[in-house]
């Protein structure tokens, strides 16, 4: 099979890494990839929203199976556009349709499903310009600390914990009156505040069955203890204690299973992956947030956790037959630690050299996220830059390889924290 990728940060070459290693892979490429994910098959210059060149890359290239990475195609439609295509209707895409793509692109869309199908979540309302007074008043009333989103797309940034009420004030101020995320803050969504501790669980699905993946936790915060300013990941680990088979039964009854239920009864068809962004509180699940794709950086731990044959798992997916599927994972565990740019999640600088990637044992991988091939060197291209996953026997182990391995990688302004996984070991 000829396989196509969409992306070019971490999550893509973790795909590709492992879609290369597939038994069904005959041609893999990447559109448009980065250095790393140039290793694995070919990169091609085609921004993954430019839908009508992808279709025609599909057609001269006799594309198979298409697998979209980010958020922006999948909520932008290129599911869609895929089907009403002629060309290239015949290829099956690995990503929902627009209409269930908003259940990461739209935060309103998201908890109106789960308040419609019973899905335990936090209390919210929702509110934009022509409401926004009501909305200062609510937020001048409520408990301490509470949560403002951004209901649309933010790059995983257009989340704010307030503490106080005048910051919550100002936030909100912020986000709808002087558009502090552009579009994706014209309508905010307020939460109450949940105590807890936050994990990754993802699923595969072909709109009937579901294949449940390795459970991740993602480290969000820039500084080392959980402080400063959210970034889009700076690390992640893989098995997460806690998730236990009980915990893990709670999951799939009161969440999972409502929510491939609720789809369905909605009539919207979903096939792809399904990220939920969920907390453990006093033992019980709640969502925090759908998204409707693998998660990065936690994809970087979970898929190097995944045995089993991506290529295949695709295929399955893309015929109905998941049911067939039994999900093998490596017992060792992962932790994967991320290097960003100087000044990141701000203003960054890109370009810089970058020394020692070439550090690939049988215990770590190095994956590439914002890096580009230019005149015979891998240079700085984003603001993560680049991140270490490492396997071991327990999460510490893990955490000391990665740690080891990223010392010996370096460019111009690099930082990355060395205590992913803190509370697990």
Known sequence: MNFLILGAGGREHAVAWKLAQSALCDALFIAPGNAGTAAC????????NDFDAIARFCVEEKIDLVFVGPEDPLVNGIADHFLADDAVKHIPVI??????AQLEGSKAFAKEFMMRHSIPTAAYREFQVGNYDEGLAYLEAHSLPVVLKADGLAAGKGVVICQSHEEAVGEFEQMIRQQKFGDASKKVVVEEFLDGIELSVFILTDGSDYALLPVAKDYKKIY?????????????????SFADAAFMQKVKERIIDPTIKGLK?????YVGFIFFGLINVKGDPLVIEYNCRLGDPET???????????????????????????????????CTVMAVSGGY??????????????????ESI??????LARNGETVTNGGRVCCVTSFG????????????????????????????????R
């Open 300 to 334: 970087e731990v979970v898929i190097p956790r995944l045995q089993n044959d991506l290529g295949a798992l695709f295929l399955a997916t893309a015929r109905g037959a998941l049911a067939q599927e039994t999900i093998k994972e490596d017992k060792r565990a992962a």
């Open 393 to 424: 026997d327990s999460v510490q182990q893990a955490v000391n390889r990665s740690v080891e391995i990223m010392g010996n990688i370096s460019f111009e302004g690099m930082y990355f924290r060395k205590d992913i996984g803190y509370e697990f």
């Open 224 to 240: 080392e203890g959980d402080k400063g300013p959210n970034t889009g990941g700076m690390g992640a680990v893989s098995p997460v």
């Open 41 to 48: 098959g070919k990169n091609i210059p085609l921004p993954a």
């Open 95 to 100: 990503g929902p349709s627009r209409q269930a």
């Open 265 to 269: 009864k909605d009539n919207i068809p």
């Open 366 to 371: 190095v994956f590439h996220a914002g890096t």
């Open 345 to 362: 999640p701000g203003d960054y600088k890109k370009g810089f050299a970058i020394r020692g990637l070439d550090q690939d044992t049988g």
